[in-house]
C-alpha cells in the first residue's frame, strides 16, 4: 500500500494528513509564534523528521496560490522553495494539486471559499476538525487515494473527481524503508 504525505502549506498553521487507503491521520503544526528562518527551518525540520520516521512514498502539496498579495507572496514563496527542495534532495515524487483543483474536488467548484471546503470535509470525509489547513490537507490525500485507485470508492460525485485529470500526478514505486 503506497504511504502518502499531504501538505496544505502555511506560515503559521501547515495543515498536514498522511496515510494509506483511507487509515490516515492528520493535524496542523502551528508555527505562529516563530518567524523568519527559524519558522521555515522548524517546519524544515519537521519534514525532515516525517520522512526519516515514516515510509512516505509520494507527497502530495497544494500548489501556490496566484492571488496573495504583497509580503505573504514573498514569504509563502520562500516556504514552498524550502519544502520543494527538501523534497527533491531526498527524490521524493511530489503531485502539486492547483489551488482550483482541489476546490473543485472538495466542492463541485473551482472558485469556492474555504469554509465551503471545510463544510465539504465534515460532511463528505467525516473530519472532526475546524482548521481549513487540516482540511486542506486530507482533500488532497483523498484525491491521491482516489487517483491511485487506493479507495473502496470515491468520496465525491463523478463531476468533482475530473478535478483529478489537472493535476500532474507522478507514477510511484512502492520504496524500500531506509
Do not use: C
Amino acid at each position: 500500500m503506497t504511504r502518502i504525505l499531504a501538505l496544505d502549506l502555511s506560515l503559521t498553521a501547515t495543515g498536514w494528513a498522511m496515510g494509506s487507503h483511507m487509515a490516515f491521520t492528520s493535524a496542523v503544526l502551528a508555527s505562529a509564534k516563530l518567524r523568519g528562518m527559524i519558522r521555515l527551518n522548524w517546519i524544515r525540520g519537521w519534514l525532515r523528521e516525517v520522512m526519516e520516521h515514516d515510509d512516505i512514498d509520494l507527497v502530495v502539496l497544494e500548489g501556490y496560490s496566484f492571488g496573495s498579495k504583497g509580503n505573504a507572496v514573498i514569504n509563502m514563496g520562500e516556504l514552498g522553495g524550502v519544502i520543494r527542495l527538501e523534497l527533491f534532495d531526498r527524490r521524493m515524487p511530489v503531485a502539486e494539486v492547483p489551488p482550483a483543483s482541489l476546490k473543485k474536488y472538495a466542492t463541485g467548484r473551482g472558485n469556492a471559499p474555504k469554509e465551503e471546503v471545510l463544510a465539504a470535509a465534515i460532511r463528505r470525509l467525516d473530519f472532526a476538525g475546524h482548521d481549513h489547513n487540516e482540511a486542506d490537507a486530507k482533500w488532497l490525500l483523498t484525491m491521491a487515494l482516489d487517483h491511485y485507485g487506493q479507495l473502496p470508492e470515491s468520496p465525491v460525485p463523478k463531476a468533482h473527481r475530473d478535478a483529478l485529470a489537472k493535476v500532474a500526478w507522478p507514477t510511484i514505486e512502492r520504496r524500500a524503508a531506509a
